[in-house]
Nanobody, 122 residues
Framework: QVQLVESGGGLVQAGGSLRLSCAAS????????MGWFRQAPGKEREFVAA????????VYKDSVKGRFTISRDNVKKTVYLQMNSLKPEDTAVYYC???????????????WGQGTQVTVSS
């Protein structure tokens, strides 16, 4: 089973940028659709972005469209989330996940990373 490790979180001022990375342990990484989710304190985990196994299709939560970009490098077995124009409401723990299918639903993702904290100050 693939294992996922996120990195790149941190503290940034509003309007700033961060790039999250999610490194996978298995060569079969390239066969998995991948997603990014986030969970803010006191809130449920929510979908942020997803990408197909070959990167040909992506989908975003409406509130991050135009600010966030998901991408992947199957040679490096890594998926990325470039986050620009960050807002305080983007503050959350961000998780990457490997899915059974290309989806916005957390139940369609079977393997999760440990999460990385993103804090955006106003």
């Amino acid at each position: 089973q693939v294992q996922l490790v996120e990195s790149g979180g941190g503290l940034v001022q509003a309007g700033g940028s961060l790039r999250l990375s999610c490194a996978a342990s298995e060569r079969t990484f390239s066969s998995y659709p991948m997603g990014w989710f986030r969970q803010a304190p006191g809130k449920e985990r929510e979908f942020v972005a997803a990408i197909t196994w070959n990167g040909n299709s992506v989908v975003y939560k409406d509130s991050v469209k135009g600010r966030f970009t998901i991408s992947r490098d199957n040679v490096k077995k890594t998926v990325y989330l470039q986050m620009n124009s960050l807002k305080p409401e983007d503050t959350a723990v961000y998780y990457c996940a490997a899915g059974r299918t290309y989806s916005t639903l957390s139940n369609d993702y079977t393997t999760w990373g440990q999460g990385t904290q993103v804090t955006v100050s106003s």
